[in-house]
C-alpha cells in the first residue's frame, strides 16, 4: 500500500479497488459478440463442452492457463491477457473480503514486530 503524508491510504488512485471487478470472462462475451462467434461454435472449434465455455462467460468458472492458451489459439488474444485478467480479478475479490482484509491487517502488524 502506497502512503503520502497527509493523505489517508483511500485517497490515493494506487490504493483503490474498483466496485465491481471485471471478470475476464465479460471481455471475452464481448469479443465474441464483435467478431459475430456464437458460444457453441467457438466451443466446439477449441474442444470444450458449451456449458463450459458458457461458465466460462459469464464469470462463474475462473480461466486457467489450459483455457487462456485454447483462446489464444482461436482468437489470437493473447494468453497473458487472459491470465492478468484473471489474476486481477481474484486480486479485486479478495481485496472486497472485509474478514480475509482483517485476517491480513493482523498479519502485517506481527511481521512489523519482528
Known amino acids: 500500500m502506497i502512503t503520502i503524508p497527509g ?3 483511500e485517497m490515493i488512485a494506487n490504493n483503490l479497488t474498483p466496485e ?3 471478470h475476464p470472462g465479460e471481455v471475452l462475451r464481448e469479443e ?7 458460444q ?3 466451443a466446439a472449434q477449441i474442444g470444450v ?3 463450459l465455455l ?3 462467460v459469464n464469470g462463474k ?3 486457467t492457463i489450459e483455457y487462456s492458451l485454447l483462446l489464444e489459439a482461436a482468437l489470437g488474444i493473447d494468453a497473458d491477457f487472459w491470465m492478468n485478467m484473471q489474476m ?3 486480486k479485486n475479490k479478495a481485496k472486497r473480503n472485509s474478514s480475509f482484509m482483517s485476517r491480513l491487517e493482523q498479519i502485517r502488524k506481527i511481521a512489523a514486530v519482528l
Open 7 to 9: 493523505k489517508t491510504p
Open 20 to 22: 465491481n471487478p471485471t
Open 32 to 38: 465474441l459478440e464483435e467478431r459475430g462467434i456464437t
Open 40 to 42: 457453441t461454435k467457438l
Open 49 to 51: 463442452a458449451v456449458s
Open 54 to 56: 458458457n461458465e466460462l
Open 61 to 63: 468458472r475462473d480461466f
Open 88 to 90: 486481477a480479478y481474484n
